[in-house]
């Protein structure tokens, strides 16, 4: 992976990259200097150029990236700048042109090339039947016929019209106008469509030709035309819902459905239609099944979650029960949460008064001092952490008075005990209560 490369990575991809960057680098059409003089004269560098651009289009065309090897072919026309181009470059760009729907430009192309001298008479036949074509789609039934007359002169050399060749001399010398209109307008709708769905224009004409001249070259040649668009946009077809059916084992479903959706509102054989409906319904199936399955898993999971809060809370766990509680307040169950959370709080809060009280009455049995003041020291961090940590607790008040009582019978010992206590993190009691026994818990 030297350089930054992928191991893996396609050397033709990486080449296209390349050229792509320099189609897009307005410093590669400018001359070069120092070794290299001109630049652009300079017949190692062209060839590199043209070469590397061939390749890269070559590239691009076996991907259906018209767009991209067309934007090559421009660049390099530019970068030429007029010097000549190689036909077979020409004839891809015409074709990509053509696939993009661009049918007089690819046409024209195509047409400059037979025109040229740089193809041999019998080797240009392929193309020529495929350029009368084109024209038939134009509707240029003039300029088709002087191109078979053409085609069968060259024949005569090779004994070879092709079966294209014969079928296009028996349309044009057999059909009527209307009838070479009607096949024209199909052979154009489809040439300039996206080849991904079948255009009306095309259907519409092989049910006219059926009706007015069922027995007709043009209806012969229509029907051809739409059984082979069929299976092409059948094949385009199938590559989505292939595409679409592993998203959905990614569980992307809305790129999924994107998918099916701009398929279903396109114009489909029948039975490539009920394909595409077919892998709706099974990924919405798909899409519910796993819906249900992760509301039970959460359900689940919240079942889990539920059952520990309660062991906990069976433990005397309270302060991790009521972490567990108050997370389950956002779901369903959060009546019973709600209410389990004051139980615990409830208990909590009892709990530690208890064990505070104990403290004390062990304080007040205690003979040394020392003792004595730990004891109390312990009761009142107990009360404070009840009051810090259940402020709602329905005992607050009494562990209030609970708290003076203690804090009372320290400051009896040594007023700065209290202070200490503070500085070592315990916070004051500031309330007093009102009345009631000052050295005693009620």
């Keep these: 992976e030297e350089g930054g490369l992928s191991g893996n990575q396609d050397p033709w991809s990486i080449l296209a990259q390349d050229f792509g960057y320099l189609r897009g680098n307005k410093a590669v059409s400018e001359p070069f200097s120092g070794e290299y003089g001109d630049g652009p004269t300079s017949k190692e560098c062209e060839k590199f150029m043209v070469d590397g651009v061939s390749a890269a289009m070559e590239y691009h065309a076996a991907r259906r990236q018209y767009e991209e090897e067309i934007g090559l072919y421009d660049f390099l026309k530019t970068y030429l700048k007029g010097r000549q181009i190689t036909d077979e470059l020409k004839e891809s760009y ?127 040649l229509t029907v051809t ?105 956002d779901t369903e169950y959060r009546k019973q949460a709600k209410g389990k959370i004051r ?18 009455i062990k304080a007040r049995g205690a003979g040394d001092v020392e003792k004595k003041v730990d004891f109390l020291q312990q009761s009142r961090r107990l009360l404070l952490e009840i009051q810090n940590k259940y402020p709602e607790a329905a005992i607050i008040d009494k562990v209030k008075q609970n708290l003076d009582v203690v804090e009372a019978a320290l400051s009896e010992i040594d007023p700065l005990l209290l202070e200490k206590d503070n500085e070592d993190g315990v916070e004051f009691s500031t309330e007093r209560p009102s009345g009631g026994s000052p050295d005693l818990f009620e």
């Design 94 to 220: 015409g074709r990509a042109l053509i696939e993009q729907g661009r049918l007089q430009e690819g046409l024209e192309i195509l047409m400059e090339i037979l025109a040229g001298n740089g193809r041999q008479q019998v080797d240009s036949l392929t193309l020529r039947r495929e350029t009368v074509g084109y024209l038939i789609a134009l509707g240029d039934f003039d300029r088709a016929r002087l191109q078979m007359e053409q085609i069968k002169q060259i024949s005569r050399f090779c004994s070879d019209l092709g079966r294209m060749g014969k079928d296009y001399e028996e349309l044009l010398e057999k059909s009527s106008e209307y009838e070479l209109k009607l096949y024209g307008n199909a052979l154009y709708s489809w040439l300039v469509s996206s080849r991904r769905e079948i255009p009306a224009t095309l259907r519409n004409n092989v049910a006219e030709l059926k009706r007015q001249a069922p027995q007709s070259e043009a209806a012969k």
């Design 225 to 329: 035309l739409l059984e082979q668009a069929e299976k092409r946009v059948e094949k385009y077809v199938y590559r989505e819902l292939s595409r679409a059916v592993e998203l959905v084992k990614s569980n992307d479903f809305r790129q999924a459905f994107d998918i099916v959706d701009h398929l279903s509102r396109s114009s489909l054989p029948p039975e490539v239609m009920q394909k595409v409906r077919a892998t709706e319904t099974a990924i919405r199936k798909k899409q519910t099944l796993d819906e249900s399955r992760q509301k039970e898993l959460e359900e689940e999971a919240l079942e889990v979650r539920w059952e520990k809060a309660m062991n906990q809370l069976d433990r005397k766990e309270y302060d991790q029960a009521l972490a567990g509680f108050r997370s389950l307040l």
């Design 343 to 360: 139980e615990a709080i409830r208990l909590a809060a009892a709990a530690k008064r208890q064990k505070a009280a104990e403290l004390f």
